[in-house]
């Protein structure tokens, strides 16, 4: 079995088109080197355990200038393309957003937050199969269920009297 060449099996670059003072425009986002790669896979890391733990992220492995230089970095020379074609802040910074998603996680990734309004992509809704398979459906908050409900668990009334005798008593 021969392998064939990563630049042929691999995408080295994403195109995300951003509107401009001239229109828009598409730019090119070139796959950074390794150690840049690096750098961002540890800030998606540290993003991510931030997340799970509830708390700030330790940013300590950015220094000051890679930290304010993080949309350069992923962005690569797009970044000067975008600021001088008039980019809006908010879109330079969703293109960098998905560069990060696609540098860490890959492009599939990166298409879906790239499409997501405001940059959170919602789950997929389920298709109908599936939300017959779980028994829900569309529009109602309420699952269909599949096993009959407890009777009332309410103690109102009184416990059966036993026919027991009481215990003899020893003379």
Do not use: C
């Not at 330079?92 to 890959?106: C, D, E, F, P, Q």
């Amino acid at each position: 079995m021969a392998f064939e060449a990563l630049d042929e099996l691999l995408d080295e670059t994403i195109r995300l088109p951003l509107p401009g003072r001239d229109g828009t425009h598409e730019y090119v986002i070139p796959s950074p080197p390794a150690e840049d790669g690096l750098i961002v896979e540890r800030f998606v890391e540290a993003m991510r355990q931030a997340a799970k733990d509830g708390t700030r992220p330790d940013m300590e492995f950015l220094n000051d200038d890679e930290e304010r230089d993080l949309y350069r970095l992923v962005l690569g020379p797009a970044y000067d393309e975008m600021v001088a074609a008039g980019v809006k802040w908010a879109w330079l910074k969703h293109a960098a957003m998905t560069a990060i998603v696609w540098i860490s996680t890959g492009t599939s990734a990166a298409e879906r937050y790239w499409k997501a309004a405001g940059g959170r992509p919602e789950p997929e809704a389920p298709n109908r199969a599936a939300r017959r398979a779980t028994g829900t459906r569309q529009g109602s908050s309420q699952a269909v269920k599949s096993t009959r409900s407890r009777g009332s668990r309410s103690t109102t009334s009184t416990p059966r009297a036993t026919a027991r005798k009481p215990p003899e008593q020893a003379d």
